[in-house]
């Protein structure tokens, strides 16, 4: 029995030594490229894209696939970045931000603050939230200014938020890039 307690410790350390090396091998394996595991796009880099089908978006083009000439409402268009299928909160407060946005055409920070104080809307949910992400899709543009105060040279930096078309810019580069591609590959085959 002893020799077969000694064969089994024998057998384990091994095991263990080889457990050891697997762990060490990504470490030595540098110049591999590193491998994400797929997760899905995080939804603060997305857009909301419904099938071109689908009864949520009223019709932008033909049975010839010819643009129509009508336009989507701010309601519409802000559906692409706030779903309000998915956040309907979300979708409410830059509604609401956005309308008040397009009346003044520019909003300093003490109007931003009324307007969340007003509409009773989280401070968290709109600063972390929805304010972000309307600018990282470019529908407005925030701009700060340091101010240094004369007294006690305190710098303050108030903030002025302004429309942006940097993101009907960036929709409209993808499309007509796609339809280049489109007709450039149709052109071919004729």
Partial sequence: MAEDEKAKAEEEVPDEQLEQEEQEEPEEKEDEPHKIASRGIPSKD?????????????????????????????????????????????????????????????LTGDEIGNFV????????????????????????????????ALENKRKFRPMTITLSKTFGNYL?????????????????KK
């Fill in 46 to 106: 997305s857009l909301f894209l419904p099938p071109f089908n689908s009864p949520e978006l009223r019709a932008f083009q033909d049975g010839n696939e010819n643009i129509t000439r009508n336009s989507w409402n701010l309601e519409e268009v802000v559906n692409f970045v706030f779903p309000a299928r998915f956040q309907a909160k979300y979708h409410e407060i830059a509604i609401g931000f956005m309308r008040l946005l397009l009346e003044k055409s520019a």
């Fill in 117 to 148: 104080s007003q509409n009773g809307v989280s401070k968290a949910t709109f600063y972390n939230r929805v304010l972000p992400r309307l600018r990282r899709v470019g529908m407005i543009k925030v701009e700060r200014q340091t101010i240094i």
């Fill in 172 to 188: 409209m580069k993808i499309g007509d890039s796609w339809l280049a591609i489109v007709d450039d590959s149709r052109s071919k």
